[in-house]
């Protein structure tokens, strides 16, 4: 590989700010801050949305009982006769 062409791999601590809960995943993200966790320190990003937070992954979806898109389009451009 070449060098000095390559983005600076390292362990980056994303944190769900709705859950309050940190994820130490490999990243190339550049972030100025720093949080220390366990003794070392590591860059630190902060994320809305996480596997831990999101509805797709909690099972908390909401369903939608209202009518689709296209019976709303029939419902208001319907043909008066």
Known sequence: ???NIHPNYRTVAFHDT???IY???GSTVN???TVNRDGQEYPYMAI???SASH???TGEQRSHDGEGRIAQ???RYKQKK
């Open 48 to 50: 809305d949305v996480s």
């Open 1 to 3: 590989m070449r060098k």
């Open 73 to 75: 389009f029939r419902r």
């Open 31 to 33: 972030t100025p801050q």
């Open 18 to 20: 709705r859950k309050d």
């Open 23 to 25: 994820f130490f995943i």
């Open 55 to 57: 509805p797709f992954y």
